[in-house]
């Protein structure tokens, strides 16, 4: 085999050739990389042999750790067997047993798979659903949507849509199609002076106000329950998403929870909805779908929904919708082995004592002269710094304060990528109780020696 490339020529390369996801190219191309080419458990290895702990699951999808067996195997089988087949006019076997498995694990009421490869995707075949599920039963109105202030859904177009975020997307603004936004209760930042109870009350007011407003014309309300992460880890208590789904009922609205960060045992439970006893219409699954390994992602639907698309072929009622690399075999086999792993090493019931752990953990951050709030939901936490904590002022955009914080953890061998100046500690569930205190301890150290210098 020939040897592979050293460092600068991986460099020259990258720097000539590769335009990085949500990178400003230019200051990229003026630093050195860090380039990742192996990972074992919960750390990455660069090229050099350096070591460091993978604190955000590899944006967020991570779940057993890097290698594990049970999931390299089962994904090496099915390479023997298939890599891949089309799901258009044939079945293959990893998509049918996971989907079956996806079922019986979902909220009882959803009953379908429909798959695709991104949480974009998730959720623009959801949004897709949800309005061809209205003209079929002859409600042409319900041509409106709704979704929670900074909710972050994914960036095709119609994502982007519902989860509009001005730094973003605002020269996209011609293109998208008009949602209804409602504020979520985040206390820290809307409701400042209120307690969490009646920013909880005045959150769902005002969402029951703008259903009023439009009845009969909104098709679907979507929300991100228990955490909005993308917006920096905005948390909400599981009786918001328990009154959206009252107030989607009472209005005959669907409702479409998008679980592609919360979902699979982020928040402690299997998926967040649970915590609050919610069985959203539509549920967009991705991210830890397939243990984090391949991309794979799912739309999960009612039969109510599912059987509205029923009909003789020349009614043209079939959902016009699919991907090349729709229910991946790879892919799915991963997400078959994830839930294996999920029961042999009982993951859920691990998780309780951590989950508590981290809670505590936390907690002292909040004495920080410049940590302003800090939020948490199960396994994932947003640390937010500010200039002067007392107005919660941001730091000027200019400053990179969260960035800073992340060059400072790397150089104690940890991976953390920020959401503008929140610190966002999203570990994969394989973490021991050990490796969360050093964690806690390593970006505790950071945001101080950043802040304060
Ligand atoms: C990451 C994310 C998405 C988009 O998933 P991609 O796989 O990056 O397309 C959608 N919704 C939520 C809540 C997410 O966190």
Redesign the pocket.
């Known amino acids: 085999m020939n040897s592979s490339p050293g460092y600068n020529q991986l460099k020259q390369w990258d720097h000539a050739y590769v335009w990085h996801p949500f990178t400003q190219m230019q200051e990229w191309l003026s630093e050195e990389p860090l380039i990742i080419e192996r990972a074992e458990g919960n750390y990455l290895y660069d090229v050099q042999g350096r070591c460091y702990f993978d604190g955000v699951s590899s944006l ?1 999808c991570n779940v057993h750790g890097h290698g594990r067996r049970e999931l390299v195997e089962a994904i090496r089988n099915q390479l023997d067997a298939v890599a891949h087949t089309t799901m258009l006019g044939l079945v293959n076997i990893p998509a049918t047993t996971l989907a079956k498995r996806l079922i019986e694990l979902a909220p009882a009421g959803l009953q379908r798979v429909f798959y695709s490869d ?3 995707t998730a ?1 623009e075949i959801a949004l897709k659903m949800a309005f061809e599920y209205w003209q079929l039963r002859g409600d042409s109105n319900r041509t409106l949507y709704v979704s929670l202030g900074d909710s ?4 095709t177009i119609g994502s982007v849509s519902v989860g509009y975020s001005e730094v973003f997307h605002k020269r996209y603004r011609p293109l998208l199609f008009p949602c209804l936004r409602i504020t979520p209760p985040h206390v820290f930042r809307y409701y400042r002076n209120e307690s969490a109870q009646s920013a909880l009350a005045h959150a769902l007011e005002e969402a029951e106000r703008i259903f009023a407003e439009n009845r009969g014309r909104i098709a679907a309300l979507i929300a ?1 329950p228990l955490m909005q ?2 917006a920096g880890m905005w948390d909400q208590p599981a009786e918001y998403i328990a009154g959206l789904q009252k107030l989607c009922r009472a209005n005959n609205v669907l409702l479409i929870c ?1 679980e ?2 919360v979902g699979f045992g982020r928040t402690g439970r299997m998926f967040a909805c649970e915590h609050a006893g919610v069985t959203p219409d539509l549920m967009c699954l ?2 830890g779908i397939s243990g984090g390994l391949l991309p794979l ?1 799912a739309t999960l639907a009612t039969e109510e929904i599912f059987k509205a698309f029923l009909g003789k072929y020349e009614e043209r009622k079939t959902f016009f919708h699919g991907h090349t690399y729709t229910g991946n075999p790879l892919a799915c086999a991963a997400g078959n082995a994830s839930l294996d792993v999920f029961s042999s090493d009982r993951v859920l019931k691990r998780l309780q004592p951590l989950i508590f752990r981290f809670k505590e953990l936390l907690q002292p951050l909040k004495q920080l002269p410049h940590v302003s709030d800090v939020r948490q939901w199960g396994m994932m936490a947003g640390i937010e710094l500010a200039g002067d904590v007392a107005s919660r002022e941001g730091y000027p955009v200019a400053s990179q304060m969260g960035r800073q914080v992340i060059i400072e953890a790397r150089k104690h061998g940890v991976i953390i990528r920020p959401l503008g100046d929140v610190i966002i500690l999203m570990p994969p569930l394989s973490t021991t109780l050990s490796e969360l205190d050093w964690l806690v301890g390593v970006t505790s150290e950071c945001i101080r020696a950043v802040t304060c210098r």
């Open positions: 967020w991104s949480g974009a959720v972050y859904h994914g960036d991100e992460g993308a998008d592609v960060a991705g991210k992602a």
